[in-house]
């Protein structure tokens, strides 16, 4: 078989495309935060993971600014050799101060972040990985990385103690999970996860990328929120959500902290964080503790736009963040909404399988503090519109029938094929 030959026969993308429904990939030519430039129209920015609205804020955008101008505009190495600026282990310090931890570790990216530790302590002899089946694919990728194969899925907290009761103790366990997951909004039960910890010993690892910046006092995440923040070995949050920036990091003690720098892959082989990106981070991290206002905005604007969007009859399947699904289920329908939205004002984007199971489709929307009660009337206006042009599901994603493991090129036809092209049409290409 010719290598590239799954890249000729690719042809999903295109098929979307011809039928006039491909919501992706948008080319943004300006933004400031809660608004966006897209083919010369101003858009109300409803699909974006900048919670706090701090990607404009004066203090980020002069220490970014400033870095630059001292740092130059990347680190040329990986931080193992000439990349490793003061401003990395400056924020470093202040990570672990903040967070509760020991020590902590940047990384380029927060996806470069998973990967690697997960991947580096999913490695250990014998080691056997528990990943909740709503985790991050960097999550997954992490444990598909791990040299060990023995990586387990389960749903809830009870499906892991039934796994997880097999055996008296699991000190060779990593249980790997989101502390908010980032489709859907619902938070982790990382209370009950420690309950099982206490009792059969496992390693906790915590993607927290989207509870840390939103939940806890001053936003330092989803285990402070719950009151277990020192029973989680590693803790990992990225800079590229509330921290405005791009970028990720992990805490936790020292000693494993100092065991990831010198053998986690993924910074060792990796350039550095650029220097701007550092500088912007550090000042939103400085914002976050010293400005509670931005949080009040933040939970007042989320809470507004979800009594709107509910009362419209869209169902947000009990999130508790500021990210609000709207639980659309057919994929097809899902994107003809957004792309409607769009022409509409309103920018927001599609969750289709793999992000969420098959048939079970949401706009994923976010609310930010930079919102106004303007912006969000326009994006629930546009709602109310689509609303009336679509039929709404009427049961919740909780009460369908799990949906069956699929291939995505059977997810797209499936969606052209409720789109109205027939099967002719899709054998020849064209819709």
């Given at each position: 078989?010719?290598?590239?030959?799954?890249?000729?026969?690719?042809?999903?993308?295109?098929?979307?495309?011809?039928?006039?429904?491909?919501?992706?990939?948008?080319?943004?030519?300006?933004?400031?935060?809660?608004?966006?430039?897209?083919?010369?129209?101003?858009?109300?920015?409803?699909?974006?993971?900048?919670?706090?609205?701090?990607?404009?804020?004066?203090?980020?955008?002069?220490?970014?600014?400033?870095?630059?101008?001292?740092?130059?505009?990347?680190c040329t190495g990986s931080r193992f050799l000439n990349g490793n600026l003061d401003i990395h282990e400056q924020m470093e310090k202040e990570l672990a101060e903040f967070t509760g931890k020991e020590a902590a570790l940047v990384f380029g990216s927060g996806f470069l972040a998973n990967l690697g530790v997960?991947?580096?302590?999913?490695?250990?002899?014998?080691?056997?990985?528990?990943?909740?089946?709503?985790?991050?694919?960097?999550?997954?990728?992490?444990?598909?990385?791990?040299?060990?194969?023995?990586?387990?899925?389960?749903?809830?907290?009870?499906?892991?103690?039934?796994?997880?009761?097999?055996?008296?103790?699991?000190?060779?366990?990593?249980?790997?999970?989101?502390?908010?997951?980032?489709?859907?909004?619902?938070?982790?039960?990382?209370?009950?996860?420690?309950?099982?910890?206490?009792?059969?010993?496992?390693?906790l690892y915590v993607d927290d990328a989207h509870g840390f910046g939103v939940l806890g006092q001053n936003g330092r995440g989803t285990a402070a929120s719950q009151g277990v923040n020192d029973e989680v070995d590693v803790l990992f949050g990225t800079f590229s959500k509330s921290l405005a920036s791009a970028g990720g990091f992990v805490a936790g003690?020292?000693?494993?902290?100092?065991?990831?720098?010198?053998?986690?892959?993924?910074?060792?082989?990796?350039?550095?964080?650029p220097p701007a990106s550092t500088g912007a981070a550090h000042a939103a991290l400085n914002v976050m503790r010293t400005d509670p206002t931005i949080f009040t905005r933040m939970w007042e604007n989320a809470e507004y736009f979800r009594k709107g969007v509910e009362k419209i009859g869209y169902q947000t399947l009990g999130t508790a963040t500021p990210i609000i699904p709207l639980f659309i289920g057919s994929e097809a329908r899902a994107f003809r909404m957004c792309c409607d939205a769009i022409a509409l004002g309103m920018f927001a984007t599609p969750a289709v399988y793999p992000a969420v199971p098959k048939g079970h489709a949401v706009i994923r929307t976010s609310v930010t503090a930079a919102h106004t009660r303007e912006q969000l009337d326009m994006g629930l206006s546009v709602l109310a519109t689509l609303a009336e042009r679509y039929p709404l599901p009427s049961v919740d994603a909780a009460t369908l029938p799990p949906a069956r493991d699929t291939d995505l090129a059977d997810t797209v036809k499936q969606m052209l094929l409720e789109h109205g092209a027939s099967l002719d049409d899709l054998a020849a290409g064209s819709v």
């Open positions: 078989m010719d290598i590239l030959e799954p890249c000729y026969g690719y042809r999903e993308s295109q098929l979307v495309k011809m039928a006039g429904i491909f919501p992706y990939f948008q080319p943004i030519s300006s933004s400031d935060g809660p608004t966006v430039t897209v083919d010369g129209r101003t858009l109300v920015m409803l699909g974006s993971n900048n919670y706090l609205g701090l990607t404009h804020h004066k203090d980020v955008l002069k220490e970014a600014h400033a870095a630059l101008d001292r740092y130059g505009t990347g997960v991947g580096l302590l999913g490695s250990a002899p014998d080691a056997v990985i528990f990943s909740a089946s709503e985790n991050h694919a960097s999550l997954y990728d992490g444990a598909r990385m791990a040299l060990s194969p023995r990586t387990r899925v389960y749903r809830d907290v009870a499906d892991l103690e039934r796994q997880l009761s097999k055996k008296a103790s699991w000190s060779n366990a990593l249980v790997v999970t989101d502390g908010v997951f980032s489709m859907t909004g619902r938070v982790a039960d990382l209370r009950g996860i420690v309950e099982l910890k206490r009792r059969y010993g496992f390693c003690e020292a000693r494993v902290i100092e065991y990831l720098r010198h053998r986690t892959r993924t910074l060792i082989f990796s350039a550095g964080l």
